[in-house]
């Protein structure tokens, strides 16, 4: 109890567990991709029938365990971006940047606990984002093409 | 420092301890007593602040590594960690 209500009123700060490489090989692709997954697991999840009660249950925990999963990955994929890639001086070139993670995180883990499509898009907005600020401190210039899922939308890459 | 709650940044002390979890930190340990054998600690080094478990005690500091043995910064590139850098013990994880 007393330990809830200090996790609940100190303030939060990081440690950080470090690796031995480090590769320096950094991708905002597979934050965007994993958002696209969660979008379209909310998506099935929206559209289950329920006229078999069983196989809509097996269906939804299926579907349900995916969209956890990716949306963990996102959160982990943005965490690295954040932690490992992203240097002070590109948070102070982009004083959005730290606000624009923040914002994403915190869609990601709604969509996570629910089912919410403005959610899921929030979060695919905010990795899209940070994607065009990645692609700028590499000094490419960022674009968006057209994406091959299902869902539709847009990837960010790079000309 | 009394109390710190950290989130984890990283992956070099799994599987104790995962990237994004949460844990309690307390400087109050390492006021009456030294720090010792496998205690988990953070630690200041380069305005970050990190945590590592320790491995061996010697008269300069503590040799401290990952739980990660595979992929982990321990003190043969950290150094050997003096008692004056460490900021405290975990305590809990939530």
């Known amino acids: ?159 | 420092m009394l109390l710190k709650k950290l989130r984890i940044v990283g992956h070099s002390m799994e599987p104790t301890l995962r990237n994004r979890d949460l844990v309690l930190v307390s400087g109050i340990q390492y006021l009456f007593k030294k720090p010792k054998l496998n205690d988990i600690v953070v630690f200041e080094e380069e305005n970050k602040i990190l945590i590592k478990r320790i491995i061996k005690a010697t008269e300069k500091g503590f040799f401290v590594a990952g739980d990660n043995k595979k992929d982990s910064l321990d003190s043969r590139k950290l150094g050997i960690i003096p008692k004056n850098k460490i900021i405290g013990k975990i305590i809990y994880a939530f």
Do not use: W
Request: with cysteine.
């Open chain 1, 1 to 159: 109890m007393i330990l809830k209500l200090l996790s609940k009123i100190l303030r939060e700060e990081k440690a950080f567990a470090h690796c031995d490489i480090p590769c320096g090989i950094y991708d905002p692709h597979n934050a965007q991709m994993a958002a696209h997954t969660i979008i379209r697991m909310t998506q099935f999840l929206s559209e289950i029938k329920r006229e078999d009660e069983t196989k809509a249950e097996h269906d939804i925990t299926r579907i349900t365990r995916v969209k956890e999963k990716h949306s963990n990955l996102l959160e982990e994929e943005l965490d690295t971006l954040q932690n490992d890639y992203f240097k002070e001086e590109h948070f102070k070139d982009y004083p959005n940047l730290a606000e624009l993670f923040k914002k994403t995180l915190k869609a990601s883990t709604k969509a996570r606990q629910n089912i919410d499509m403005q959610a899921a898009e929030e979060a695919l907005a905010g990795a899209q984002d940070i994607a065009e600020i990645f692609f700028k401190t590499k000094n490419v210039e960022p674009v968006r093409v057209k994406s091959v899922y299902p869902t539709g939308g847009e990837i960010v890459t790079h000309k």
